[in-house]
T-cell receptor, first 112, second 116 residues
């Protein structure tokens, strides 16, 4: 079982709709969770991080964390074609410097 | 300010040759990380530096791989006797320090290594 799992997709969402990206993790010691966006041929770009149960909003993006269910999600409201990318979920087990454990990513396509 | 920089951006080498990949972290960032991403694969952790020390080398795939960091800044990842399976994009990231809001990792553009 992989430590961080994501549905590889592709996930297709109409422009203007809400895109929902999901991630589960197996290590109950995981404390912090990160969402990165990666365009084809580019390096990962940090979108959000979350470490408390509940929702965290930043513009069109909302991260949700449920530690009891070991589940993290990213919602993208008012999806735009420029949101088309691979979204990577990552976790760490401390509130500090240590390696990120990544999922394999979900490819999102926004359909105009 | 300037982000993480890496050089070269692309490297083609023959099997059996040694290669050096360089990473310049964001100024003031104390932690530096190396990952690699193979075609169609997720990001795989290689090594982490705090200052010039490497508390976690658990991801280095073999003793052909080594890394160092000097002056708490630039890091070099060396791959000796390269093999075709070493072909990947090697990504460097840095983070500011300990504590909430300071340990997010920011990635450089990567070095695409092709071993022929």
């Amino acid at each position: 079982q992989k430590e961080v799992e994501q549905n590889s997709g592709p996930l297709s969402v109409p422009e203007g709709a809400i895109a929902s990206l999901n991630c589960t993790y197996s290590d109950r010691g995981s404390q912090s969770f990160f969402w990165y966006r990666q365009y084809s041929g580019k390096s990962p770009e940090l979108i959000m991080f979350i470490y408390s149960n509940g929702d965290k909003e930043d513009g069109r993006f909302t991260a949700q964390l449920n530690k009891a269910s070991q589940y993290v999600s990213l919602l993208i409201r008012d999806s735009q074609p420029s949101d088309s990318a691979t979204y990577l979920c990552a976790a760490t087990t401390h509130f500090g410097n240590e390696k990120l454990t990544f999922g394999t990513g979900t490819r999102l396509t926004i359909i105009p | 300010g300037a982000g993480v920089s890496q050089s070269p951006s692309n490297k083609v080498t023959e099997k059996g040759k040694d290669v050096e990949l360089r990473c310049d972290p964001i100024s003031g960032h104390t932690a530096l990380y190396w990952y690699r991403q193979s075609l169609g694969q997720g990001l795989e952790f290689l090594i982490y530096f705090q200052g010039n020390s490497a508390p976690d080398k658990s991801g280095l795939p073999s003793d052909r791989f080594s890394a160092e960091r000097t002056g708490g800044s630039v890091s070099t990842l060396t791959i000796q006797r390269t093999q075709q399976e070493d072909s990947a994009v090697y990504l460097c990231a840095s983070s500011q320090g300990q504590g909430i809001g300071m340990y997010e990792q920011y990635f450089g553009p990567g070095t695409r290594l092709t071993v022929t």
